[in-house]
């Protein structure tokens, strides 16, 4: 059984504010967001390992199913804004790194192509994400839309750009 002891502890990214293109308020509204994914995937593991601990872990258990299936939410919530967030510089000059260039220009022939890809998935109408990831097994990058947090995941796909 897992040690519950050890429980997900929300970053803490105050080197943020006053970043060009984004608010205060609106990275505020997204701190608290990305806590209460934090908050909240702490409190499913801890339920659902005890539900498993009682014995009460079974497909057939209404509460442990949803659960089960809210935990990919809520776990997915926090680690793509930790992606998120990981990727905001202040003082960024908004110009790609040479390696996400390369690996851009590889995938899609060029740097403007990838970056058309990505403000099409990223402008489609929804609650999501658009990401980047990068296929572990040809290194090729692709533009994904992700549908809440937990919906088109690409499993072992690397997220890049988020």
Known sequence: MADLAKKYTPKSFPHLKGLKGISDGVLESHFKLYEGYVNRTNKLTETLFGL???????GTNPAYAEMTRRLG???????????????????????????????????????DVYLADLKAVGTMPGIGWAVTYQDPTTGWLSNHWITLHEINNIAGFRPIVV
């Open 52 to 58: 498993a601990k009682e014995g009460q872990a079974a």
């Open 73 to 111: 939410f809520e776990y997915n919530g926090m680690v793509l804004h930790e992606y998120y967030f990981a990727g905001m510089k202040p003082g960024g000059s908004g110009n790609p790194g040479s390696k996400l260039k390369a690996a851009a220009e590889g995938s899609f022939s060029s740097w």
